[in-house]
């Protein structure tokens, strides 16, 4: 497809505690969003930051594909919204279902013709 990946890891954030088999639910999620956006090839990048300070955690997943637009930008966690052909409208809903269940939250920018980016905010402390 064409598709390059970049990531942005930094070795100094500190391991949490998540239910591993949900946190690889969210992020299977997430990428095959992203891919599938992405017919014509683009960009993936995934990057994880903590701000000295902050009790978040972020990762951030974006690409460089079709976007959103406004009016469906609203409805993206509903359960069974999809605009796609083949998509069953739960993997978003999913995400933040999961994500919720960790004390955190999920948003979505995007911008027609220039791409989506998802952003997880993990609390620090999660138990």
């Known amino acids: 497809k064409q598709i390059q990946v970049l990531s942005h890891l930094p070795p100094e954030i500190k391991e949490m505690d998540l ?43 974006s690409d460089t594909g079709a976007g959103i637009s406004k009016e469906d930008l609203e409805h993206v966690f509903d359960p069974y919204f999809t605009t796609k052909q083949s998509g069953t409208g739960l993997g978003l809903a999913i995400v933040h279902k999961i994500i919720e269940a960790h004390g955190g939250e999920v948003r979505v920018e995007s911008d027609i013709g220039r791409g989506t980016r998802v952003t997880v905010l993990l609390p620090v402390a999660v138990t």
């Open 19 to 61: 239910d591993p088999d949900g946190f690889n639910q969210v992020l299977l999620n997430l990428y095959l969003n992203a891919l599938e956006a992405m017919d014509q090839g683009g960009t993936l990048s995934v990057s994880l930051t903590s701000e000295q300070g902050s009790p978040w955690v972020k990762i951030a997943v």
